[in-house]
T-cell receptor, first 107, second 112 residues
Framework: GQQVMQIPQYQHVQEGEDFTTYCNSSTTLSNIQWYKQRPGGHPVFLIQLVKSGEVKKQKRLTFQFGEAKKNSSLHITATQTTDVGTYFCPGSYIPTFGRGTSLIVHP | DAGITQSPRHKVTETGTPVTLRCHQTENHRYMYWYRQDPGHGLRLIHYSYGVKDTDKGEVSDGYSVSRSKTEDFLLTLESATSSQTSVYFC???????????FGPGTRLTVT
């Protein structure tokens, strides 16, 4: 599968601060998906981006797909303790998840 | 949640013994996957299946085999378990054009 690098690996924020994680690929992606895994849980599908430059929102979460379809980002506005977890961005139809970005929110 | 279950949910076994983990789905999805998740390594693909009796290797397939004789079941076998295979194992399914995956609850395997 296509290798997608994700940064940062860990991010500590105070509740109410914004958070962004980035995914970068050396090759063009046909699509990119985002998943969230709560501590002790299983990954849960959040969204899929397919079109160049696509932007999708889910409440406080904003997902973007780059114009060249080689990068993507997830931005969370005003984090809450319920946002704690690891976020993954696999690409390719046979996804490789990697380590993801672990978000820690301090109340 | 999608209809996907894993059994057993927890297992402790000794080094050298064979172990089989089962993934069962009720969604009639074409694709099924086995992952392992370890601290520091993230989520890694072991094997996947794209149809009955059609399987392929993932990133970390050594020491594992799989079988899929029915659409709904995907078995992961450790022929001779080793301590390095202590991990949490997730099964996932996907179908349709989007390939979004739905994960099972996971199996925690400890090899002593």
């Amino acid at each position: 599968g296509q290798q997608v690098m994700q940064i940062p690996q860990y991010q500590h924020v105070q509740e109410g601060e914004d958070f962004t994680t980035y995914c970068n690929s050396s090759t063009t992606l046909s699509n990119i998906q985002w998943y969230k895994q709560r501590p002790g849980g299983h990954p849960v599908f959040l969204i899929q981006l397919v079109k160049s430059g696509e932007v999708k929102k889910q409440k406080r979460l904003t997902f973007q797909f780059g114009e060249a379809k080689k990068n993507s980002s997830l931005h969370i506005t005003a984090t809450q303790t319920t946002d704690v977890g690891t976020y993954f961005c696999p690409g390719s139809y046979i996804p490789t998840f990697g380590r993801g970005t672990s978000l820690i929110v301090h109340p | 949640d999608a209809g996907i279950t894993q059994s057993p949910r927890h297992k402790v076994t000794e080094t050298g013994t064979p172990v089989t983990l089962r993934c069962h789905q009720t969604e009639n999805h074409r694709y099924m996957y086995w992952y392992r998740q370890d601290p520091g390594h993230g989520l890694r693909l072991i094997h996947y299946s794209y149809g009955v009796k059609d399987t392929d290797k993932g990133e970390v397939s050594d020491g594992y085999s799989v079988s899929r004789s029915k659409t709904e079941d995907f078995l992961l076998t450790l022929e001779s378990a080793t301590s390095s295979q202590t991990s949490v194992y997730f099964c996932a399914i996907s179908g349709g054009d989007s390939y979004e995956q739905y994960f099972g609850p996971g199996t925690r395997l400890t090899v002593t």
